[in-house]
């Protein structure tokens, strides 16, 4: 009973002090990464979901710029990613339109501005 106990217990350190070294990793690759990235200019995304252009680092305060043209400060730990905005461009609208006319037994949706008139 006391073997299978301890066995537990050394099990439980090692599985910790595993879990430990690759959470120091993907934090250093993840400093890494943002090190090489945070440019000013390049927008950023926070993890509140804020999204402004880098400005400047100082120490762990970031810089970011909002869309108005005001700064704002920021902890460096609260970047998420770094990298374009995630929104549609003209060419992701339209290729969706075209796949929505393609595909077989749909129809445009009617865009007549007719009014009750046809109904009676």
């Given amino acids: 009973m006391i073997i299978m106990l301890g066995l537990m217990v050394v099990a439980f ?10 959470a120091q990793k993907r934090q250093v690759e993840h400093e890494r990464m943002l090190a090489e990235q945070l440019v000013p200019g390049a927008w950023v995304h926070t993890s509140v979901g804020f999204f402004g252009r880098f400005v400047d680092l100082d120490g762990n305060v970031v810089i970011l710029e909002t869309p108005s043209g005001e700064e704002t400060y920021w902890d460096k730990r609260v970047i998420r990613s770094v990298g374009e905005l995630p929104f549609e461009t003209e060419e992701t609208e339209i290729e969706e339109v075209e796949e929505y006319s393609d595909e077989e037994g749909h129809e445009e949706p009617n865009t007549d501005t007719d009014t009750n008139e046809d109904r009676i």
Wanted: hydrophobic share 40%.
């Fill in 13 to 22: 350190i090692a599985l910790s002090s595993f879990s430990k070294r690759s």
